[in-house]
């Protein structure tokens, strides 16, 4: 197969950050997505509706108008969002879904939910408005291992949040374990995952064995072989449970090449060629629209695009950074590594 045409993807799962970052990062997106679910861990928080909509006027300034990108806003949950906060963001039509981020488990998560108790009425009116809650499932409790820290999740805090809400429609993002995915798998028709295309493509030994590789360290972290090859059936599975959410990243150079680096990667720029390249490691080309186009817009209710995209098997290779601002700069997953897929422009 020299070329794939699919119905233009949507990323699920999004960091654009703000300022000179946005600029640098949003048409990378825009040009391969048709939308994305914007992660709102900005500093601070995008905690209400209002910010949330001023936030999607910034994106929508610094995009490119000829791609007709459309973010999807999400708020920030915290241990005080109230559930009329929920209403109105329901009620604006432009705030898809609420993220939780457990107090401390990752990038700017200072202000997230330190018991999730706190946030009960907030999330029984999700449940009631179909309103999806978006999760970040790590365990922060210092004495879990780090790659235990997801499956933990599931057991301690996710388990008892879909007994008490049984039909809140719940995203696990960026799923990194087998766990996760039979999880999920096994699960009602409102509980749904999204998967990166560095889980996909990636174990730990990447990041670790022969030199430690900051632009591989991410939230969760990557995990053994046996984890990768679950997330793999998953994604191809045809299940329509599972679909892409990039968890593109982008942290400057120095901050992720320093003695204590912070975690994301930078996919963006290649986003549909990686997953590509995933699939086609599994011989389930023929699975990518599902998992890419179909499966995220049927899950929000949403209609899939109207437009097409195609790759083409073309190699290309891609830059060590992204420049931006005043000598700053963002390094690409696999910079300088080579892609056998290219989508054309
Ligand atoms: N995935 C990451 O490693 N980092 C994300 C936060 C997140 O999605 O957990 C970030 O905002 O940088
Ligand atoms: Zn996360
Ligand atoms: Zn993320």
Redesign the pocket.
């Known amino acids: 197969m020299d070329s794939i045409t699919l119905t233009r993807p949507d990323d699920w799962?999004l960091?654009l950050?703000d300022d000179d970052v946005l600029g640098a990062v949003v048409n990378h997106t825009a040009a391969q997505m048709g939308r994305a679910i914007i992660?709102p861990?900005l500093k601070p928080p995008v905690t209400t509706t209002e910010q949330a909509l001023a936030y999607r006027e910034r994106i929508l300034e610094a995009a490119d108008p000829a791609h007709r990108f459309e973010p999807l806003m999400t708020l920030y949950l915290t241990d005080t969002t109230t559930a009329e906060e929920i209403e109105k963001a329901v009620a604006s039509g432009m705030v898809k879904a609420v993220k939780l981020?457990p107090a401390g488990?990752?990038?700017?998560?200072a202000s997230g939910v330190t018991d999730i108790a706190h946030c009960d009425a907030a999330i029984a009116m999700m449940a009631k408005l179909g309103m999806p809650l978006l999760i970040?499932g790590e365990v922060t409790d210092g004495e879990i291992d780090i790659f235990d820290r997801e499956a933990a999740f599931i057991e301690r805090v996710l388990k008892p949040l879909l007994a008490r809400h049984p039909s809140l429609k719940v995203v696990c993002?960026?799923i990194t374990t087998q766990q996760a995915a039979e999880f999920v798998a096994a699960g009602p028709d409102n509980l749904a995952a999204t998967i990166?295309a560095h889980h996909l493509l990636f174990n730990r030994n990447k990041m670790l064995a022969g030199g430690i590789r900051p632009h591989y360290?991410?939230?969760?972290i990557l995990k053994r072989e046996q984890h990768r090859q679950a997330l793999l059936k998953a994604a191809t599975s045809g299940s329509p449970k599972f679909f892409l959410g990039t968890?593109s990243?982008?942290?400057e150079k120095g901050d992720k090449e320093s003695s204590c680096g912070?975690?994301?990667?930078y996919t963006a720029p290649v986003a549909i060629e990686l997953y590509a390249t995933a699939f086609e490691q599994m011989g389930a080309l023929d699975k990518l629209e599902a998992f890419a186009s179909l499966n995220g817009p049927r899950f929000y209710g949403l209609e899939p695009n109207a437009d097409t995209i195609t790759l083409e098997r073309r190699e290309q290779t891609l830059p060590a950074q992204y420049g931006y601002g005043n000598g700053l700069s963002i390094v690409p997953l696999m910079a300088g590594e080579c892609l056998a897929w290219t989508m054309k422009r």
């Open positions: 799962h960091h950050r992660m861990n981020y488990a990752t990038t700017n998560s970040h993002e960026h990166t360290y991410c939230l969760p968890d990243a982008p942290h912070c975690a994301g990667a």
